[in-house]
């Protein structure tokens, strides 16, 4: 069983700032990759960001230059500053984790999701 916790989400106003975690708990083997994913009311579900384990990045054309991606291998944690916040980053944040239970198997699993509203 293997567990995605987000925490971090919440409401403020356009221009400021917030920090998502997530840490992931349970019988890992090791974990490839970790990022974040959002979705909007109406919207298809899009990237925000990914980082291997070897720290390698990867953003959405919306969030590039606003957010920043890091890990802490180390707690199974990942973190997303975001800053400048818009209207349009409001959404629902979801972590992502590219992860192995046994070598071998590889899969990939969901958070439940926290949420960002961001005022005008």
């Known amino acids: 069983q293997v567990q995605l916790v987000e925490s971090g989400g919440g409401l403020v106003q356009a221009g400021e700032s917030l920090r998502l975690s997530c840490a992931a708990s349970g019988s890992i083997f090791s974990i490839n990759s970790m990022g974040w994913h959002r979705q909007a009311p109406g919207k298809q579900r899009e990237l925000v960001a990914t980082?291997?384990?070897?720290?390698?990045?990867n953003y959405g054309n919306s969030v590039k230059g606003r957010f920043t991606i890091s890990r802490d291998n180390a707690k199974n944690t990942v973190y997303l500053q975001m800053n400048r916040l818009k209207p349009e980053d409001t959404a629902v944040y979801y972590c992502?984790?590219?992860?192995?239970?046994?070598?071998?198997?590889?899969?990939?699993?969901w958070g439940q999701g926290t949420q960002v509203t961001v005022s005008s």
């Open positions: 980082i291997t384990s070897g720290g390698s990045t």
């Open positions: 992502t984790a590219v992860l192995a239970t046994t070598p071998g198997v590889v899969r990939n699993d």
